[in-house]
C-alpha cells in the first residue's frame, strides 16, 4: 500500500510512489591507468538518508474499549492507507451507548487544552488533515475550533474533515442526539472552517435551514452548504426516491474545484446503496476517515473518491451482518456486540476496494 505522504501540505500522492534515498555513488575505474579517484563506495546503512516523507491527522473523537466507534473506527483505515494518526478521544467509554450498560469518562475543554499545550510545548503540532466527529459539549467544540485556527496558522493548507454529528432520522421524523444549544455552534463556527462535511439528510436539512424531498432540493441543500464554506459536502445517506427501488438509500456528493485556467466548476454524484436490516453503530465515523483518505488520493476526482470509500463501507458492512447472524444463530436477532463493525477483519477491503458500487454524475 502506498503511503499517504503529504509531499508538501494536501498536495496528493503520486502514484504510489515512495521517495528513496539516493543510491550511493558506485565506484568506477579511474580514467587513466592508476587507480580509481573516486571515494569508496559507502555501505547502504551508512548513505545520508532523507525523512520518510508522511501525512498527518489529528483525529479528535470518541473512544471506546470494546467496539469500533469514532477514533476506534477511524484510525485503523487511515493508518492502513498510509496516514500517521493522533487521536484525542473526546469521551473514553467501555462501549457505544447501544448496548444496555456503558460506564465511562467525557474530556473537557481544558483537559484538551491542557493535551494540546503538551503538544505545543515540544512543537509536534504540524497537521496536514484535521478529522473531528461525536461530541455534546459547546465549550469542547469551541476549543476544537480554536485549535484548528492555530494549526491552520502553521499550515494555511491544513484540510479539516467534519461529521457534523447532531441528529438522524427516525420512522421519517428527525431528531437530535446532541443538545440543541449545538446546532449554532456548528453553523456559525465550524461548518465555515470546514473543507469538507459529510452529513446525513437530516443533518444537512438543519445546517441549511431547509428541506430535501427530491434531487433538485438536494443540490440546494449542498449549495447553501458550499456557501458556508466547505468545498466538499457528501450527503452519506438520505431517503430520497431511488431510481432502483425502495431497498436502497441514496448518497449524494457535492465538490466545487477551480481549474487549470481559474474557472470554477461543481461535480456532483449520486449513489445508490442496498439497505442492509440492521442497526450498525460507527458507520459514519467509518465513511468520514475512508473519505479522507480517498480525497487526499483523489482530490480532484470526487466520483471515484466516494466509490471507493462507499464500496468499502458496504464490503465491511457485509461482512458484519454475516458475521453477526452466524453468531446469534437461526432465528435470533444479533446483539449489539455482535454487530460490532468487521474493521479488522476487512483490512483488504479498505486497502484495495473493489467497486461493488458505482457513483452517477448528475
Given amino acids: 500500500v502506498a503511503s499517504a505522504a503529504c509531499l508538501g501540505p494536501r498536495e496528493p500522492a503520486a502514484g504510489g510512489a515512495t521517495h528513496a534515498a539516493p543510491a550511493p555513488a558506485r565506484p568506477g575505474l579511474g580514467t587513466g591507468t592508476g587507480p580509481s579517484t573516486q571515494p569508496p563506495a559507502q555501505h547502504p ?3 545520508a538518508m532523507l525523512p520518510e516523507p508522511e501525512c498527518r491527522v489529528l483525529s479528535i473523537q470518541s473512544h471506546v474499549v470494546r467496539g469500533f466507534v469514532g477514533n476506534k473506527s477511524a484510525a485503523f483505515p487511515l493508518q492502513v492507507l498510509g496516514f500517521e494518526v493522533d487521536t484525542v478521544n473526546s469521551v473514553q467509554f467501555s462501549n457505544h451507548t447501544g448496548y444496555d450498560h456503558w460506564k465511562g469518562q467525557v474530556m473537557t475543554a481544558g483537559e484538551l487544552q491542557t493535551l494540546y499545550e503538551g503538544l505545543r510545548l515540544n512543537d509536534v503540532t504540524r497537521y496536514d488533515y484535521v478529522l473531528t466527529g461525536y461530541t455534546r459539549d459547546t465549550s469542547f467544540l ?11 496558522r502553521q499550515n494555511p493548507k491544513l484540510v479539516y474533515v467534519c461529521d457534523p454529528v447532531m441528529g438522524d432520522k427516525r420512522n421519517g421524523d428527525g431528531y437530535m442526539y446532541v443538545p440543541e ?9 465550524v461548518v465555515p472552517l470546514a473543507d469538507i462535511i459529510t452529513p446525513n439528510q437530516y443533518e444537512a436539512e438543519i445546517l441549511a435551514g431547509r428541506k430535501m424531498n427530491t434531487e433538485k432540493e438536494a443540490i440546494e441543500v449542498m449549495d447553501v452548504l458550499h456557501e458556508m464554506g466547505p468545498d466538499t459536502v457528501v450527503i452519506t445517506s438520505s431517503d430520497l426516491p431511488s431510481r432502483l427501488g425502495s431497498n436502497y438509500l441514496v448518497t449524494l456528493g457535492s465538490q466545487r474545484k477551480v481549474l487549470a485556467g481559474g474557472c470554477r466548476v461543481t461535480e456532483r454524484i449520486r449513489m445508490e446503496i442496498p439497505k442492509v436490516e440492521a442497526v450498525f453503530v460507527g458507520t459514519g465515523d467509518l465513511f468520514a476517515a475512508m473519505l479522507l483518505a480517498w480525497t487526499h488520493q483523489h482530490p480532484n476526482n470526487l466520483k471515484i473518491a466516494c466509490e471507493k470509500t462507499v464500496s468499502a463501507l458496504q464490503h465491511i458492512v457485509t461482512r458484519t451482518i454475516a458475521n453477526a447472524k452466524a453468531m446469534a444463530g437461526p432465528g435470533k436477532s444479533p446483539t449489539a456486540a455482535q ?6 477483519q476487512s483490512k483488504r477491503q479498505i486497502e484495495n476496494p473493489e467497486i461493488i458500487i458505482n457513483a452517477t454524475i448528475i
Fill in 45 to 47: 546503512a551508512q548513505a
Fill in 142 to 152: 469551541e476549543k476544537v475550533m480554536e485549535i484548528i485556527q492555530e494549526l491552520r
Fill in 181 to 189: 444549544i449545538l446546532l449554532p455552534v456548528y453553523k456559525e463556527k
Fill in 339 to 344: 454487530l460490532e463493525l468487521r474493521v479488522i
